[in-house]
């Protein structure tokens, strides 16, 4: 390589890293739309878990498009679900109130 050709190649890479810089410290600022979906107030114990635990990681709205004729059954493999293998991070004793709560509110 000549030194003509390493200067050159100095130079881009200089310049490649002020703009890679510069990308990493641009920020980008997102505004979403308010969230509208709710959960349906219940007396139920589940209600407050659900708000306590679920809105941690998606909004009501994931509820509010299951099929609406879901059995107990589909709600207690889908609080399930949520724990393991997705993670969320709720005690295992909360799941049956959890599970009655959606299936009386939303189940059939």
Do not use: N
Not at 3 to 16: E, F, Q, Y
Not at 54 to 69: D, F, K, R, W
């Amino acid at each position: 390589m000549t030194t003509k050709s390493r200067r050159h190649l100095a130079a881009w890479s200089g310049l490649v890293v002020v703009t890679g810089a510069a990308l990493i410290a641009a920020q980008l600022t997102v505004t979403l739309p308010p969230d509208t979906a709710v959960y349906r107030p219940s007396d139920l114990p589940g209600y407050a878990l659900v708000q306590r635990h679920c809105l941690a990681c998606h909004s009501a709205e994931y509820v509010l498009v299951q099929p609406p004729t879901s059995s107990r059954a589909y709600w207690d493999a889908t609080v399930k679900k949520m724990k393991a293998p997705f993670g969320a991070a709720f005690p295992d004793e909360d799941i049956p109130s959890i599970v009655d709560y959606l299936a009386q509110t939303y189940g059939r």
